[in-house]
């Protein structure tokens, strides 16, 4: 298990990393649309500590949080924020389409719920070559609106296969709630009907994500039964951009306010000071890391384009 701390750095690497994005964006050499993950670090922090090296995630475009914590790397990162050579496709992915086959990181797409079904051949894959891998694929609730999620999580159960499907749930898909989109009332008992084991979560605290991700690992691993998680976290910024959007009218600052008291990296900040880490050694952590954001920065604004040629490299499979 992962220390305290060890969460900790995790959960401020993707804050800061965003508060870089933020802070430079508005000079517009980051050509990219951003979806930013802030107020699900917890979440996404959580479940990949519980995975093993070798498992594989998928995610959604809002996976910068994903990206960090199954990497931990910036450098390639911002490099694709600028669209360089150095990114990790070269320029070509930007924000919405974040990979590393390397590190088990296989990919994200920009439409909804289209890495699910993506997701559940790579499980069969891996479930046929009896590799041990286990796969992770994050989605936002909004894409439980769509057939393919039905039509995935059918088929997992039906070939018992080894995969964990994560709900993250902010309520919105865009800017309508769940209210207006959905005629059930509670998505764990439709999915608890199907061959799968379901645990959901309302905490911002990332060693109790953790621990519930960790028995969704294990479970499946011992039952050869997929897992289902629906982690609810509140989206801190607009659905697409780097700006706050009480003002827009479809939810109210005192939803934020709420949340914000229990805030994943808040949250953590106080129990390592509970536990007698001194504000000063957290400080010079948090110091380090963002030197390594404003380094990372500074290297993709000075790194190359690609040829031309390159939009036309890679494209295929």
């Known amino acids: 298990m992962p220390t305290s701390l060890e969460f900790y750095k995790k959960l401020y690497l993707i804050r800061a990393v965003e508060e870089g994005i933020r802070k ?20 996404v922090v959580g479940v990949v500590s519980a995975l093993k090296k070798s498992d594989q995630v998928f995610g959604t475009y809002r996976s910068h949080a ?3 914590a199954k990497t931990g790397e910036t450098n390639a990162f911002f490099a694709e924020m600028y669209g360089k050579r150095t990114g990790g496709a070269k320029g070509k992915a930007g924000s919405m389409h ?16 289209t890495t699910i079904p993506v997701a559940v051949g790579a499980a069969f894959a891996n479930k046929k070559k009896k590799n041990g891998k286990m796969v992770a694929v994050f989605f936002g609730e909004g894409a439980m609106d769509e057939g393919v999620f039905w039509e995935s999580i059918n088929l997992a159960s039906l070939w018992n296969l080894p995969i964990v499907f994560i709900c993250e749930d902010n309520n919105l898909a865009i800017h309508t709630p769940v209210l207006k989109r959905q005629g059930y009332a509670s998505i764990e008992a439709i999915v608890s009907r199907f061959n799968m084991n379901v645990i959901q979560s ?12 960790r028995k969704a690992r294990l479970t499946t691993e011992q039952t050869q039964r997929p897992s289902f998680m629906r982690l609810a976290y509140y989206r801190y910024l607009e659905h697409v951009g780097v700006n706050e959007d009480f003002e827009a009218g479809y939810r109210a600052k005192s939803e934020f306010d709420a949340w ?19 504000a000063s050694a957290i ?8 030197a390594k954001i404003e380094e990372s920065i500074a290297h993709a604004k000075q790194a190359p384009f690609a040829e031309e040629g390159e939009a036309y490299t890679d494209v295929f499979a």
Do not use: C, W
Not at 24 to 43: D, F, I, Q, R, V
Not at 202 to 213: I, K, N, P, W
């Open 98 to 113: 974040l990979s590393a086959p390397e590190e088990g990181f296989l990919g994200t797409s920009a439409v909804v719920g």
């Open 24 to 43: 430079y964006y508005s000079e517009n050499e980051m050509k990219t649309p951003m979806h930013m993950s802030m107020g699900s670090e917890a979440l």
């Open 202 to 213: 309302e905490s911002t605290d990332v060693e109790r994500v953790f621990a519930l991700a």
């Open 66 to 68: 994903l990206y960090l």
């Open 260 to 278: 914000y008291k229990k805030d994943p990296v808040r949250v953590q900040k106080k129990r390592l000071l509970k536990k007698g880490v001194r």
């Open 283 to 290: 400080g010079q952590i948090e110091k380090r890391l963002d």
